[in-house]
C-alpha cells in the first residue's frame, strides 16, 4: 500500500468507526453525545459497551495513527501536562465546586474557594478545557461538561485518576534510575519497585502505600465494575472472587444475579474493609448469606471448594511467575471437574505483525494499515503495564506467557473474550486431579 493509500484507508477507518460508535449511541433514541452537555450520556457509565468500546479503539488507533503520520514529529512526543491537571482538579475538587454553578464560575471566584489564585488555576484549566473536559463559557468562566462530572470526588474515574497522578506517577518520575540503578536494574522483589524507590522505602510495598490512603483506594474500586457482558452467569451458580478487595466486581454481580452464591478471599484488613461496604451497597445480598466475605492468604490457603467459577481479576499481573504459579495451584486444587477458571487482565500484544503460533489470538486483529496491535486504540494495555511496573516492579503478560502459567499448574485456555480493553481467559483443569 502507498503511503498516500495508507493515510486514506486510516480515514476511512475513522470514517467507519465512528459511524458504528454513532449508531451504538444513539441506538433507543438516545442522543448524540454532547461536550456541551451537563448530565452524563446513558452509555458513559453502562457496563455493557464493548462494542462501543471496539469500534473506540478502532478510532482512537486510526486518529493518533493519522496525526503521526501527518503532524510535525515534536508533536506525537513531547508536553502533555494533563495528568498534573487533574490532580489539582481532583484533589481540590474543583469539579464538585463547579457543581453548584451550572452555568459557570469566574475562575478568580473558583479559586478563592479553594485557596488558589486565579489567573493560576486558569492555566490549569485552560488546557483540559480544551481537550474537552470543562468548558471555558466566555473568558476565564468555567463549567462543568459531560466530561469533567466524572472528576467530582465521589466518582470512580476522580478514584483512579487521583491514585495514577498522585501515587503511581511517583514512580514514573523515577523510571530512568530504577532501570539503570545498581540495586533495581535486575530486581523483581515488589520492594524494589519505581514507586518505593521514589518514597525512599518508606512502605514494604505498594498495597501498603495504597491502605495509607484508603479512601482515594476505595474510590478507585468504583472504577471497576464491569460483570463482564456476553458471559453466561446464568449458567452458573456459585462464584469465589479471589483477591476480591472490597467487592467492585462482586457487588455488581451479587446485585444482578440474585441467585448467585458468592465467596469473596482477600487479606483480612482487606476483608474488614469490604464488609462495611458491602452492608452499605448491597445489603441484602450480604445479610441474606447469599454472600461470604472471607480472610484467605491466597499463596498459603486454598479457597473455597468445589464451586463454579473462580475468577481472578487484576491480580496475577501484581505478581510474577513463581508468586502467580502458587496461586493457581491453590486455585486448582480447590476446584471440582466442573469448575472453570476466568483471569481477567489485560493480555499484551506486540506491535509488530503478529506470528500467532499458539493457535489463540489474544483478542480481534487491527483491520490494516492500522497496527496489528490498534496502537493509540490499545493504549490503556501499555499504560496498565507500566503502572504494574511502577506499584509492584510486575507486569501484565502475553498471552505466550498466560500459556506457560496453565501448562506449569494444570489448566487449559478453552477460550478467550476480548473485552476490547481487558481480556477473559476462561481455563478448565487440563487433566483430572
Ligand atoms: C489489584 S487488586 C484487585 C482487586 C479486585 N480483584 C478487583 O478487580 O477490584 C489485588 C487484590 O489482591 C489482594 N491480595 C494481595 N495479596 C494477597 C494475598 N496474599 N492473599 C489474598 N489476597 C491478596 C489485595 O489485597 C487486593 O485486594
Known sequence: MSEQAKVLALLSLINSATTDALALYTADDRDVPDLRSTVSHPLDTADDTVALKKAIRTLEGACQQLCATLAPPQHTMVGNFDWACIRVVVEHGIADILDKFPSGL?????????????????????????????????????????????????????????????????????????????????????????????????????????????????????????????????????????????????????????????????????????????????????????????????????????????????????????????????VREAMAPHSRLLIQDYVLRSSAPLDNQHGLDAGDIAPEPLLPNFGAGNARMYSQDLTMFFTHNARERTMIDFINLANQTGFLIVKVWDLAETCLLELEMALPK
Not at 141 to 157: C, D, I, K, M, P
Not at 162 to 186: C, D, F, I, P, W
Not at 228 to 237: A, H, L, M, S, T
Request: net charge negative.
Open 106 to 330: 469566574y475562575v478568580d471566584e473558583l479559586a478563592a474557594k479553594v485557596g488558589m489564585i486565579g489567573s493560576k488555576l486558569a492555566r490549569v484549566l485552560r488546557p483540559l478545557a480544551s481537550k474537552g473536559c470543562f468548558i471555558e463559557v466566555s473568558e476565564d468562566v468555567f463549567a462543568n461538561n459531560r466530561l469533567s462530572l466524572h472528576l467530582r470526588t465521589s466518582e470512580g474515574v476522580a478514584g483512579i485518576s487521583l491514585v495514577m497522578t498522585k501515587q503511581v506517577a511517583k514512580g514514573a518520575h523515577v523510571l530512568t534510575e530504577n532501570l539503570a540503578g545498581s540495586r533495581y536494574a535486575t530486581s523483581f522483589d515488589p520492594g524494589d519497585a519505581p514507586c518505593m524507590q521514589a518514597l525512599d522505602h518508606k512502605y514494604k510495598d505498594t498495597f501498603e502505600l495504597l491502605r495509607s490512603d484508603v479512601r482515594t483506594l476505595e474510590l478507585s474500586c468504583l472504577h471497576f465494575s464491569l460483570t463482564i457482558p456476553g458471559f453466561p452467569w446464568q449458567k452458573y451458580n456459585s462464584v469465589v472472587d479471589l483477591g476480591s478487595g472490597v467487592g467492585s466486581f462482586s457487588r455488581p454481580l451479587a446485585k444482578r444475579f440474585s441467585h448467585m452464591q458468592i465467596t469473596c478471599h482477600d487479606l483480612p484488613e482487606v476483608i474488614e474493609e469490604a464488609k462495611d461496604i458491602w452492608s452499605k451497597d448491597a445489603p441484602d445480598a450480604f445479610t441474606s448469606g447469599r454472600v461470604t466475605l472471607a480472610p484467605l492468604n491466597f499463596f498459603e490457603q486454598v479457597p473455597e471448594s468445589g464451586r463454579d467459577v473462580y475468577y481472578l481479576r487484576y491480580v496475577l499481573h501484581d505478581w510474577h511467575d513463581p508468586e502467580s504459579i502458587a496461586i493457581l495451584r491453590n
